[in-house]
Structure formats: C-alpha cells, structure tokens
C-alpha cells in the first residue's frame, strides 16, 4: 500500500495553500530588442526615394551576397559599371535587378539622364603576331615594354623572363628594328665616345669596369653629369671622362694610379648598359701631362 507522508513545516500547516509566487523586481539591464532590415525592399525608399522601380527577382544575392540595393547605392541607373558583375548562382543584377534595366531616372528631379561615358581613346597598334596572353615574370605584357621601351626592346627585351620566356621571343614590338639612334649633344671639353659603357683598349673587361669610378650623385642630366666631373677632377691627370647612364647615375672616370702612364684612355663604348652615354674628357692632354710627371 502506498504511504503518504505529510511533513509540517513550522508556523504552516500542512493543508495551507502556497503563498502567491515572489515579485521580481527588474533590473537596470537595458532591454534586448532585435530589429531586421529587407535592404532590397527597404533601401530604395530610405535612402533613394528617386530611383524607384519593380520587378526585380525577389531575394536576389549576387557573388558577394549583396541584393539590388547595393547597386542602388553604387552605380547609375541602368548598371553601367557594375551590372555585369559579380555572378552568382542567380546570375548577374542585370538579369535580375529592375533599376539596372533602367536607362534614365525615372523620377529623380536632380538628375536629368545617365551621363554619357566617353570611351578611352584607343592606343594604335603598333605591330602584329605578339604571343597572345603573353607574361612575364612580372606578370606584365607586350604593352609594358611598347610603352617603357625602345622599339626592339634593347634595354628590358631579355630581362624579366617568366615561365613564357621573355618578351624579346613573343613581344612583335620587340621583334621590331630598333629606333634611329638619336645624335647625341655636343659637350664642350668631352668628346663623345658612344653609346654604352665607357671602355678602355687597355682594360680586358667587357664593361669597361677597369676605370677608377667617382659616382656623382648630384647630378641629373647629362649636361650636369659632365660639368661636375670636369670640376672636380680636370686638373686630374687620371680624369678620363664620364660615363652618364640616363636618369640613374653619373660616372666619373678615372685611371688607376699603379697603372703605367697613358694607360686607360677611352677608346669607345659597350652597349651592355641600355641608356648610357660614354664621353671622354678632351680639354688638355691628360695622358701628356700624366706621362710628363711619370
């Protein structure tokens, strides 16, 4: 038989009904609310009341989880530059978003019609039968070198080879006979040597890199480049001249003194080094004066 125990509590009997339950008095935590926004529906008549319209795809997201409203707020009517854009799995905003089917503003007073784009002027075309696609190691294409070199590419043609090759194989503009070398100036008390390195007929180096070199940092033109070498070293008996590599460094060149006397005269120029001008210093007779105190 099941037995059932009443157990007094003191001051209440057994058989008295509970008390109503206890009052909470609430605290100073701010109340929690939540609020929720459909952008696609309210956007256009909060923040752009003019450019209304209807039809749009309903709940429409594009590749970056964005609805028509953002391209509301971000490009002209009609989506001339983002409307192509951004395709996800429902397709792009033009397929889908009414205001980019629009052609002009349909009632926005301050805005009269789309503006018209002028297309960018279309640069010539220079040459045919480039690699199409073709990369170098900087990911760049023939159109760097048509526009930092020379045509056939004497100063950058082999550098920057990528995993094609280097833009002197697949660039036509490279594949191209070079331009007309320009006449350089005449420099009073230099004579000009060519274009290139200086180099000496004494000096088994390719490059020239037997002369003594006094980098000028001053300088930044040739003309400078020129005129401060002979200041500083045309009592020199070792000045021999100026190499000038346009528009990095300005080169004074100078015998090494162990050497025997007339040694290191400049006798011409290595184009090893795109850009560079080789002058040799002419005022007086350095190899008389050298060999007069040897």
Request: proline share 9%; charged share 20%.
């Amino acid at each position: 038989a099941l037995v059932v125990v009443a157990l007094a509590v003191p001051g209440r009997s057994a058989t008295e009904e509970p008390s109503s339950l206890p009052t909470f008095t609430p605290t100073s935590s701010p109340t929690e609310f939540s609020m929720s926004m459909n952008y696609d529906d309210d956007y256009p008549s909060a923040y752009n009341p003019g450019y209304t319209c209807e039809g749009s795809t309903p709940n429409f997201k594009d590749s970056y989880g964005d609805g028509c409203w953002w391209y509301e707020r971000n490009d002209l009517p009609g989506c001339p530059q983002h409307g192509d854009f951004y395709a996800g799995p429902m397709g792009t905003p033009r397929e889908n978003c009414c205001y980019c089917w629009m052609d002009v503003p349909t009632s926005a007073p301050t805005i009269s019609s789309s503006p018209t784009l002028t297309p960018a002027p279309t640069e010539p075309v220079l040459c045919q039968g480039s690699t199409p696609n073709f990369k170098d190691s900087f990911g760049d294409g023939c159109d760097w070198y048509e526009s930092s070199d020379e045509p056939g590419c004497p100063h950058h043609g082999n550098d920057y080879e990528g995993v094609m090759g280097v833009a002197n194989d697949h660039c036509c503009y490279c594949k191209m006979s070079s331009s007309p070398t320009q006449t350089p100036p005449d420099i009073g008390d230099y004579e000009f040597k060519g274009h290139g390195f200086c180099t000496s007929g004494d000096s088994e180096d390719p490059f020239g890199l037997g002369f003594d070199i006094d980098f000028h940092a001053g300088a930044s033109t040739l003309e400078e480049c020129t005129s401060a070498c002979a200041a500083e070293h045309s009592n020199d008996p070792l000045f021999r001249g100026v190499t000038w590599i346009n528009p990095y460094e300005c080169l004074c060149l100078k015998h090494w003194e162990w050497e025997e006397a007339g040694a290191g005269e400049i006798t011409g120029a290595t184009d090893g080094f795109g850009g560079a001008l080789c002058y040799a210093f002419t005022s007086g007779s350095t190899t008389e004066s050298q060999e007069s105190t040897a």
